[in-house]
C-alpha cells in the first residue's frame, strides 16, 4: 500500500532558527515528490516538485532533497520567519500502468515560529 | 488570473439536505481535483478529471457523492444526503498536465 509518513508532526522554533521536515515514503512507481505549505484557512500551495534524478531544489529559503535510494524527503527552512508558520505536507505521485497520476498525501507538520 | 475559485466559502447544512460544492478551474487547466482534508484523515482525493471527462473517482466515499464536469471551466461536487461525517473542507485544484496544482481557498462544509 503506497503511503507517505511525515515528521515531527508538529513543531515549534524560535524565529530566525533553521529547521528540517521529513518525508519517508513507500510509493511505486515513483514519479515525484512535492512539498505544500498550507497556511490555516487556506488551500496547499506548491513549494517543491522533484523528480526521481533530482535530489536537491530550492525555493527561497526552503530547499528540499530526495533520497531516490532510501525513500527520504526533507525540507529545510533557513532562517525561519513568523510567516512560515504553516503546515507543510508531502506529497508523492506514482503513476498506474494507463499512465494516469495517483497522489498520496502526507498528513503533514504543523510549524508554528514563535517570536 | 485568479486563481481556482471554489464558493461558498463556508456551508452549514442540515444533516439530509443536499450540498453543492462548486468550482471554477484556471483557464486553459487540463486537469480538476476535487479533495477533502480532516484533521484525522488529512488530504484525500476524491475524485479527478481531465479534460472535462472524469479519470478517477475510487476516492469518491459513497454512492452519496457525485461530482461532474460539465466544461472546462465549472465543476460541481454533490453530495446528497449529507451526515454530519462529511464535515470538512472540501479543496478544488486544477494544473496544465500533471505539473504544479493550484489549489482553491476550499469550502468549510458543516453538516449539524
Known amino acids: 500500500k503506497n503511503q507517505v509518513e511525515q515528521s515531527p508532526q508538529s513543531l515549534i522554533i524560535l524565529e530566525g532558527k533553521n529547521c528540517t521536515l521529513q518525508c519517508n515514503y513507500t510509493v511505486s512507481p515513483f514519479s515525484n515528490l512535492r512539498w505544500y505549505k498550507q497556511d490555516t484557512g487556506r488551500g496547499p500551495v506548491s513549494l517543491t516538485i522533484?523528480?526521481?534524478?533530482?535530489n536537491t531544489k530550492s525555493n527561497g529559503r526552503y530547499t528540499a532533497t530526495l533520497d531516490a535510494d532510501t525513500k527520504q524527503s526533507s525540507l529545510h527552512i533557513t532562517a525561519s520567519q513568523l510567516s512560515d508558520s504553516a503546515s507543510y505536507i508531502c506529497?508523492?505521485?506514482?503513476?498506474?500502468?494507463?499512465?494516469?497520476?495517483?497522489?498520496?498525501f502526507g498528513t503533514g507538520t504543523r510549524l508554528t515560529i514563535i517570536p | 488570473d485568479a486563481g481556482v475559485i471554489q464558493s461558498p466559502r463556508h456551508e452549514v447544512t442540515e444533516m439530509g439536505q443536499e450540498v453543492t460544492l462548486r468550482c471554477k478551474p484556471i483557464s486553459g487547466h487540463d486537469y480538476l481535483f476535487w479533495y477533502r482534508q480532516t484533521m484525522m484523515r488529512g488530504l484525500e482525493l476524491l475524485i479527478y478529471f481531465n479534460n472535462n471527462v472524469p479519470i478517477d473517482d475510487s476516492g469518491m466515499p459513497e454512492d452519496r457523492f457525485s461530482a461532474k464536469m460539465p466544461n472546462a471551466s465549472f465543476s460541481t461536487l454533490k453530495i446528497q444526503p449529507s451526515e454530519p461525517r462529511d464535515s470538512a473542507v472540501y479543496f478544488c485544484a486544477s494544473s496544465f498536465g500533471t505539473g504544479g496544482y493550484t489549489f482553491g481557498s476550499g469550502t468549510r462544509l458543516t453538516v449539524v
Open positions: 522533484m523528480t526521481f534524478s533530482e
Open positions: 506529497v508523492v505521485s506514482a503513476r498506474d500502468r494507463r499512465g494516469n497520476e495517483k497522489l498520496t
